[in-house]
């Protein structure tokens, strides 16, 4: 197989792991003919910072001499598998990208001869794109469970941003889903050095002056998990080691592993976990704003930010032109962006009604049942629009 095979069978085989890259709705680049865009191998992505770009993502190797009971790359299972020496990944993406065909790269892989080994194969790719094709783009490296302080040290310097894959909340999970993973020494001690580095080095050593972010993927469901648990680590990484995000995956069943007859999890369990997951970061709520069941899961069938406001706001709406910043972005309908434009809109002129609100951007009709102007409720102002 050349290179090219070798990188569309890694990447179409990508497609089967939750990346923790945002994606956004655009087509493929039209230099890819129908069938190359069928496999799919470079996508349309957005970046933290908005910036889109087209990302290639792809394995170095789908090897893998692990069982993990969920994933299809598991030793022993019959399927095409390929790897990639770090020159000839390096030589073909910096073509790629010389070419505009993709302008960034997640690298990720199936581990074979240790942790510590595979990451020397990756960060051996990241060196070479970064020092011999002088790669200056988006590169997000991957942290192999086992892999070395030293090596991750290495790949902070190198990379935009760093993952590792918990897949689990706890070490009673994980034994669930991926026997021979080690939650606290293999997975969680990585993240932790990520962040002791942050604190201790100084940026500048980095290879953008910039340290790169931190995010980790959980299989939702998997283990039986309950969405209180993956909220509980989620909320401990974003406060213990800045965490940039959580990444939920929706557990469902692969053909020829041992969980291929448990039932898929519904995906909008992946899409409440997202919701509350930015509440608890960006919103201050903490774990026991959000309203959880007797089960400890969030409904499905409710916007956890609404819930709460039915239980709190209903009966105590905020006044919209004397509310501080944090009282503003626990009303549905305001954002982060849009308390600020409050904020600013009320500097000139007081707030009188919803059509103000909607002017700035506001979601108002779902902000009204929970708000006040001057003593007013808004909710009878509906019918104004
Ligand atoms: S170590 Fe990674 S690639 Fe290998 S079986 Fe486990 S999840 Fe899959």
Not at 65 to 83: I, L, Q
Not at 254 to 272: C, F, G, S, W, Y
Request: proline letters at 6%; aromatic letters at 10%; one cysteine or more.
């Amino acid at each position: 197989m050349d290179s090219l095979g070798t990188l569309k069978l890694l990447s179409s085989q990508m497609t089967f792991e939750a990346d923790g890259e945002p994606r956004v709705n655009s087509p493929a680049p039209a230099c890819f003919s129908p069938k190359e865009q069928d496999q799919a191998f470079v996508h349309p992505a957005q970046l933290p910072n908005g910036q889109k770009i087209l990302l290639l993502k792809t394995l170095l190797s789908s090897a893998c001499e692990r069982d993990c009971f969920y994933c299809p790359f598991r030793a022993g299972r019959d399927f095409r598998r390929a790897t990639f020496k770090p020159d000839e990944f390096a030589g073909l993406f910096s073509k790629m990208n010389r070419g505009g065909m993709a302008e960034g790269v997640f690298l990720s892989s199936g581990l074979a001869g240790g942790g510590v080994r595979t990451q020397d194969k990756l960060l051996d790719t990241a060196e070479i794109l970064r020092k011999k094709h002088h790669f200056r783009g988006y590169l997000h490296l991957k942290i192999m469970p086992g892999a070395e302080k030293d090596q991750v040290y290495r790949a902070m310097q190198l990379a935009d941003r760093v993952s590792v894959n918990l897949e689990a909340p706890n070490t009673e999970r994980l034994a669930k889903l991926a026997p021979h993973k080690v939650f606290m020494e293999e997975l969680l001690r990585p993240l932790k050095w990520v962040e002791e580095i942050r604190r201790t080095v100084p940026a500048y050593k980095f290879w953008n002056r910039r340290w790169p972010s931190t995010v980790t993927q959980f299989v939702a469901g998997g283990s039986d998990e309950s969405d209180l648990e993956l909220l509980t680590i989620t909320n401990w990484l974003n406060k213990n080691v800045r965490l940039k995000r959580a990444y939920f995956s929706a557990f469902h069943p692969i053909r020829d592993t041992p969980l291929e007859n448990k039932p898929a999890v519904h995906p909008m369990r992946e899409h409440r976990l997202y919701q509350a997951s930015f509440l608890l970061r960006d919103y201050g709520f903490d774990l026991e704003d959000l309203p959880f069941t007797t089960d400890s899961n969030l409904p499905l069938n409710a916007d956890p930010k609404q819930a709460w406001a039915q239980m709190y706001l209903v009966n105590s709406p905020v006044e919209i032109n004397k509310a501080e910043k944090q009282e503003l972005i626990r009303i549905p309908g305001i954002g982060l962006k849009g308390a600020n434009a409050i904020m600013n809109a009320r500097r000139s002129n007081k707030l009188r009604d919803l059509s103000a609100l909607k002017k700035i951007g506001i979601i108002a009709e779902r902000a009204a049942p929970y708000v006040l102007f001057d003593g007013k409720k808004a909710a009878m102002q509906l019918a104004l629009f």
